[in-house]
């Protein structure tokens, strides 16, 4: 139900703006979050929105060069990307949540919602 677009190559330090968009129009999750998963490790935590408010939480990796965030009205969901490292390198994929995942925002277990991802790599 969810579509991320956007990736591409970018140098190191360079910047990247990542798009989802639901396929349907009765979209009104309670949160949104962004993961990612490079080859041979696991899928891990980015970012989290809370739909209603905005707020947002980071992974300690991104904080301070990621921000990401959402037009309800739009239903549109970014995750802008600066300062990009090598290390950002991997498949980002956007999920939405039905219930509120509380201090689990974190936890892929939480989103009920995924999309096909879109690859981002940089290079050094």
């Known amino acids: 139900q969810l579509q991320a677009s956007g990736g591409g190559l970018v140098q190191s330090g360079g910047s990247l703006r990542l798009t989802c968009t639901p396929n349907t129009d009765a979209f009104s999750p309670i949160g949104v979050a962004w993961f990612r998963q490079a080859p041979g490790k696991e899928r891990e935590f980015v970012a989290a929105?809370?739909?209603?408010?905005?707020?947002?939480a980071y992974a300690d990796s991104v904080s301070g060069r990621f921000t990401a965030s959402r037009d309800e009205f739009k239903k549109r969901i970014w995750l802008q990307m600066n300062s990009v490292k090598p290390e950002d390198t991997a498949v980002y994929y956007c999920?939405?949540?039905?219930?509120?995942?509380?201090?689990?925002?974190?936890?892929?277990?939480?989103?009920?919602?995924w999309g096909r991802g879109t690859l981002v790599t940089v290079s050094s």
């Open positions: 999920s939405a949540a039905r219930f509120d995942p509380g201090t689990r925002y974190a936890s892929p277990l939480e989103y009920d919602y």
């Open positions: 929105v809370a739909w209603r408010d905005g707020n947002a």
